[in-house]
């Protein structure tokens, strides 16, 4: 059985022309994690990154591509591509199964398109070993967990898989079939153009209410430092010499990240990486060695200002540590990068100048003010369907987050947001002694092109105001 792995284009990124500005194509590491897993497996794995590839040639390469099977992932906002390479594929009469951060949030209703024969929800590696032969010999379904599917007009959900224990029997992402040379990180997540984004662990103990637990849960499950070292130097073999980890916590575990620290010094010296990491995991001591280790910027979802707004949001924090846990990493020498996020539902004026006041105050060195978007499968979305507006119908699944505006809460405006979010831009880039810290650390052509361009868009971003509504956009 051959399959052939499809990663759907993101085409939001493209609206706002920042593409060959600020963002680099990203690895779809989950559909490489299931490449590899499948390859071990002994079945034959193709694969076609649609990023790069317009509507016209997206077709015409997966017609030339001999394969029995589909496998597609999809995110919220990259969902009607990826229903659109499901139906090419569907056209040329091959079987389409569908996985990923969307399809694992509403199964059901991925399961009802016509184009998809089954959905894939949670993690993938074990449901498609079990999956594959039985679709093989045209089997029943009806045991196999962590699927849906439609059986006689009816969706039919399984029962949810149980998660892989160990993620050390997993083998490295099948990084070989991509080109590596066409994947970095955007530019204002790296140090240097030869980047690329890599995760360790899966899961993660907290609930925001905005986040999707619904793939590896609440259990925080992460690979050996050893197997981390071993990625890493395949990717530096291959001309990566900046890293960005992208788990939802790198250093959740002290005891794993240090053993990483070490084995980073000996092993793969020259190494710069950068990654996510929680107020509340931030110790000094930790974060010295991951800094003598390479890490050169650390990036905290800090959310907002507003005490209310964290605890309704169950961030668990308050702005006290959030100050203090900034103020220690940039003691270590890290650039500290802060998230923020506006336009929650039941959130005020006041709550938002809070967080703006904040987040210009902060001894950070960038900062990202991001619009509330309800994900399906989030707590966030049942919490917005009871209050304010969805500023594109709700069920369409054009949300795209970013930088568009999805959901309004009560009380507030579209335009209330933007200005505001690209006035707290203005104040945060446009003063002298952050302009001076940037000036600073321009070393080469990417940092200068970083440097101008990530602050120009980003208040470029900020101000577009687009009237013309997301779903019209989508259906044209
Ligand atoms: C890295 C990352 C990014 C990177 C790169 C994303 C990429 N390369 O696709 C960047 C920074 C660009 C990014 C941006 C965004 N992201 Co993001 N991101 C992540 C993050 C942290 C890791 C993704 C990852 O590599 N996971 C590791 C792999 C192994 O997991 P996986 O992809 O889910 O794959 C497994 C299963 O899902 C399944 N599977 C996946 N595909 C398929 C396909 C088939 C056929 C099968 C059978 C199985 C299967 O099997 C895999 C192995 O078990 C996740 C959170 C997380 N921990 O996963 C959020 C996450 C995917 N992002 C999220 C969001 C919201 C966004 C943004 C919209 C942010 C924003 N507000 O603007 C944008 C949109 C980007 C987009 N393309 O759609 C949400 C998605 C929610 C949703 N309903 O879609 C997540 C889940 C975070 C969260 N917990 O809420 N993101
Ligand atoms: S947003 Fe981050 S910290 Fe919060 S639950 Fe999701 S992964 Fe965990």
């Known amino acids: 059985m051959r399959l052939l792995l499809l990663n759907p284009d993101f085409r939001s990124l493209n609206d706002y022309n920042l593409d060959k500005i600020t963002s680099g194509a990203s690895p779809?590491?989950?559909?490489?994690?299931?490449?590899a897993y499948m390859r071990e497996k002994k079945y034959e794995v193709d694969f076609i990154d649609a990023q790069f590839y317009n509507d016209k040639q997206i077709e015409e390469e997966i017609k030339k591509r001999n394969f029995d099977v589909a496998l597609?992932?999809?995110?919220?906002?990259?969902?009607?591509?990826?229903?659109?390479?499901?139906?090419?594929?569907?056209?040329?009469?091959?079987?389409?199964?569908?996985?990923?951060?969307?399809p694992t949030a509403v199964p059901h209703i991925c399961a009802e398109e016509k184009d998809i024969d089954v959905v894939v929800y949670g993690e993938?590696?074990?449901?498609?070993?079990?999956?594959?032969?039985?679709?093989?010999?045209?089997?029943?379904?009806?045991?196999?967990?962590?699927?849906?599917?439609?059986?006689?007009?009816?969706?039919?959900i399984n029962p949810q898989r149980?998660?892989?224990?160990?993620?050390?029997?997993?083998?490295?992402?099948?990084?070989?079939?991509?080109?590596?040379?066409?994947?970095?990180?955007?530019?204002?997540?790296?140090?240097?153009?030869?980047?690329?984004?890599?995760?360790?662990?899966?899961?993660?103990?907290?609930?925001?209410?905005?986040?999707?637990?619904?793939?590896?849960?609440?259990?925080?499950?992460?690979?050996?430092?050893?197997?981390?070292?071993?990625?890493?130097?395949?990717?530096?073999?291959?001309?990566?010499?900046?890293?960005?980890?992208?788990?939802?916590?790198?250093?959740?575990?002290?005891?794993?990240?240090?053993?990483?620290?070490?084995?980073?010094?000996?092993?793969?010296?020259?190494?710069?990486?950068n990654c996510y990491s929680r107020v509340n995991v931030v110790q000094r001591d930790i974060f010295e060695k991951m800094y003598d280790a390479?890490?050169?910027?650390?990036?905290?979802?800090?959310?907002?200002?507003?005490?209310?707004?964290?605890?309704?949001?169950?961030?668990?924090?308050?702005?006290?540590?959030?100050?203090?846990?900034?103020?220690?990493?940039?003691?270590?020498?890290?650039?500290?990068?802060?998230?923020f996020i506006i336009g929650f539902p039941y959130e005020t004026k006041e709550d938002?100048?809070?967080?703006?006041?904040?987040?210009?105050?902060m001894n950070l060195d960038y900062i990202t003010i991001s619009f509330a978007t309800p994900f399906p499968g989030t707590r966030m979305y049942d919490m917005a369907k009871k209050t304010g507006t969805f500023y594109i119908n709700e069920d369409s699944q054009t949300m795209k987050g970013l930088y568009d505006i999805t959901y309004v809460p009560e009380g507030l405006t579209e335009e209330y947001l933007r200005k505001t979010a690209a006035e707290a831009y203005r104040k945060f880039y446009w003063n002298p002694r952050r302009l001076a810290s940037y000036?600073?650390?321009?070393?080469?052509?990417?940092?200068?092109?970083?440097?101008?361009?990530?602050?120009?868009?980003?208040?470029?971003?900020?101000?577009?105001?687009?009237?013309?509504?997301?779903?019209?956009?989508?259906?044209?």
Request: charged share 30%; proline share 3%; net charge positive.
């Open 28 to 35: 779809p590491i989950g559909l490489l994690s299931i490449a």
């Open 72 to 102: 597609i992932t999809s995110s919220t906002p990259n969902y009607l591509h990826a229903l659109r390479l499901a139906r090419i594929c569907k056209s040329l009469g091959k079987l389409v199964l569908v996985g990923g951060a969307h």
């Open 124 to 156: 993938g590696e074990l449901t498609l070993e079990e999956l594959l032969p039985v679709l093989m010999r045209n089997g029943s379904l009806k045991k196999i967990k962590g699927i849906a599917y439609r059986e006689k007009n009816k969706v039919m």
């Open 162 to 273: 149980e998660l892989i224990k160990d993620l050390d029997t997993l083998p490295m992402p099948a990084w070989d079939l991509l080109d590596l040379d066409k994947y970095s990180n955007s530019s204002t997540s790296r140090k240097y153009k030869e980047s690329i984004a890599m995760i360790t662990s899966r899961g993660c103990p907290f609930n925001c209410i905005y986040c999707n637990k619904k793939i590896f849960g609440f259990h925080y499950r992460a690979r050996s430092a050893k197997k981390v070292i071993e990625e890493i130097k395949y990717l530096m073999s291959k001309r990566k010499k900046d890293i960005m980890f992208v788990d939802d916590i790198f250093n959740l575990n002290q005891k794993r990240t240090e053993e990483i620290c070490r084995l980073m010094k000996r092993e793969t010296p020259g190494l710069a990486w």
């Open 294 to 339: 390479g890490c050169y910027e650390v990036s905290l979802g800090l959310e907002s200002g507003s005490q209310r707004i964290l605890d309704l949001v169950d961030k668990g924090l308050n702005v006290k540590q959030m100050v203090h846990a900034v103020n220690v990493i940039k003691k270590t020498g890290m650039i500290v990068k802060g998230f």
């Open 352 to 361: 938002i100048e809070e967080t703006m006041n904040l987040a210009v105050k």
């Open 439 to 476: 000036l600073k650390r321009l070393r080469n052509l990417d940092e200068i092109k970083k440097g101008i361009s990530g602050s120009v868009s980003f208040i470029k971003m900020a101000m577009i105001n687009r009237n013309k509504k997301i779903s019209q956009e989508i259906e044209a």
